[in-house]
């Protein structure tokens, strides 16, 4: 889950001991400042991770087809040698719009506090920006997900035990591959509290590998049921989402090409603003986006756990 791409700064060696001027040097050239923001911003959104579709934004609406079916109309047919292919007219969805936001937020940096406190405050100034973004682009997502798929699957028990989350599990995937809609299930998201829960009783029912590959040792997001399991503090309901993600839905992030900003997380910008007349830096992060759920059909809430 961690972001391998980094921006070498030259002449700093140590970004935690920094001299006052290396920091000033640091908040003035933006590949610097990407670096630093990349170093910092471990948090990653799951609205990406989920909803996998790219829509280009144009002008700051995008048009989206809903509803569009996974199957050709037509059943393939036998050819004869030599013979020709038979047609058929690819079907579309209704075509729909949605217009982006400029989400944002200004966080002021003094030279006083820089002085003072020296790249500490650069470091809580860049975690709390990317930190309060990846929470509200994630809360609009998974509520925007929440809201629109509406499939629910019943667990014949509560997940107390690891049989009961299995046969709930494997139910709502049988579910999806018998509708006809085409869909595969590949991912589960849970509260935090649920994931820690769901874990637990996966690890007594040697469900978990027990030596290195212990996704509780390693924090790699595990696959368990054929399924990769994650849990987001942000999500609006304790009841389980299984989700098609191929299918499910995609973000629309816009470029607007404005200078001065630096991509450090896909569609997260970030730009340092010198104050003159303040003696301080303002640390401005941003997204251009909207969360878009395409197929309310790819995927199921799981009511009854009891979680």
Not at 54 to 70: D, K, W
Not at 274 to 299: C, F, N, Q, W
């Amino acid at each position: 889950m961690a972001n391998s791409l980094t921006y070498p700064v030259s002449g700093i060696e140590s970004v935690e001991n920094l001299t006052t001027e290396q920091i000033h040097q640091l908040l003035q050239n933006v590949p610097a400042l990407a670096w630093r923001v990349r170093q910092l911003a471990d948090q990653k959104f799951i609205a990406d991770a989920l909803l996998t579709g790219r829509f280009q934004s144009i002008g700051g609406s995008v048009l989206y087809e809903t509803g569009e079916p996974l199957f050709a109309p037509d059943d393939p047919e036998a050819i004869a040698p030599g013979g020709e292919y038979p047609a058929s007219q690819v079907t579309v969805g209704d075509l729909a719009a949605a217009r982006v936001e400029k989400w944002g937020r200004d966080v002021p940096i003094t030279d006083e506090s820089i002085k003072r406190r020296g790249i500490d405050v650069v470091t809580k100034a860049t975690n709390q920006l990317v930190a309060r973004m990846v929470k509200f682009v994630d809360s609009a997502a998974l509520g925007v997900i929440a809201s629109k798929v509406t499939q629910t699957q019943a667990s014949s028990a509560a997940w107390t035990t690891a049989d009961a989350i299995v046969e709930s599990v494997e139910l709502a995937k049988a579910q999806a591959e018998e509708s006809g809609e085409g869909h595969t299930l590949d991912t589960i998201v849970l509260t935090p509290s649920a994931y820690a829960k769901v874990m637990a009783k996966f690890l007594a029912a040697g469900l978990l590998p027990r030596e290195a590959a212990n996704p509780l040792l390693t924090g790699v997001w595990p696959t368990v049921l054929d399924l990769t399991w994650l849990r987001s503090p942000h999500t609006p309901t304790a009841a389980p989402l299984i989700l098609d993600t191929a299918e499910l839905g995609g973000m629309a992030d816009e470029d607007l090409a404005s200078p001065g900003y630096s991509t450090v997380q896909p569609g997260v910008e970030v730009k340092s603003i010198r104050k003159d007349e303040t003696d301080s830096y303002l640390l401005r992060s941003r997204r251009v986006t909207i969360p878009i759920v395409t197929d309310p059909t790819a995927g199921y809430t799981v009511t009854g756990t009891g979680l």
